[in-house]
């Protein structure tokens, strides 16, 4: 058995990091035509949430969301469908939730074109 120490600095340097999974620079829809995910930013009054009516957030666990985007910045981008030019988010209710606490004009979505079919399914 290996015994290894690990040294870390004892002072830490701010930088960030964007990346989309489409492999395309934050904020590009560069592959929206080949029907894959874009990261943008969306006002948070352009995303409908139809499910928003039939469930309750954990109000500790957005609490620790707002502590966290005031800190650090969302993380993880919420899912959002685009059907006909309107977007429709279905996921990421507590960083959606948050973000309107905090009184943030825009959030951070992964957006994915979808039919009405899709959006049928959605809403089941």
């Known amino acids: 058995m290996a015994n290894f120490v690990l040294r870390l600095?004892?002072?830490?340097?701010?930088?960030?990091?964007?990346?989309?999974?489409?492999g395309s620079p934050p904020?590009?829809?560069?592959?929206?035509?080949?029907?894959?995910?874009?990261?943008?930013?969306?006002?948070?009054?352009?995303?409908?949430r139809p499910l928003m009516r039939t469930r309750t957030n954990d109000p500790k666990k957005v609490k620790e969301l707002m502590d966290s985007i005031q800190e650090i910045g969302l993380q993880v981008p919420i899912d959002v469908i685009e059907v006909d030019g309107a977007y429709y988010g279905?996921?990421?209710?507590?960083?959606?939730?948050?973000?309107?606490?905090?009184?943030?004009?825009?959030?951070?979505?992964?957006?994915?074109?979808?039919?009405?079919?899709?959006?049928?399914?959605?809403?089941?």
């Not at 600095?9 to 489409?22: M, Y």
């Not at 904020?27 to 894959?36: E, I, K, P, T, Y």
């Not at 951070?108 to 959006?119: I, Q």
């Open 90 to 124: 279905f996921s990421g209710c507590h960083r959606y939730e948050a973000h309107q606490r905090l009184g943030l004009p825009k959030i951070r979505c992964k957006v994915r074109r979808g039919t009405k079919e899709t959006l049928r399914h959605h809403l089941r």
């Open 9 to 22: 600095p004892t002072t830490f340097r701010s930088f960030s990091v964007s990346a989309s999974s489409n």
């Open 27 to 48: 904020g590009s829809r560069s592959n929206s035509a080949s029907g894959g995910p874009v990261i943008v930013e969306l006002p948070l009054e352009k995303i409908k």
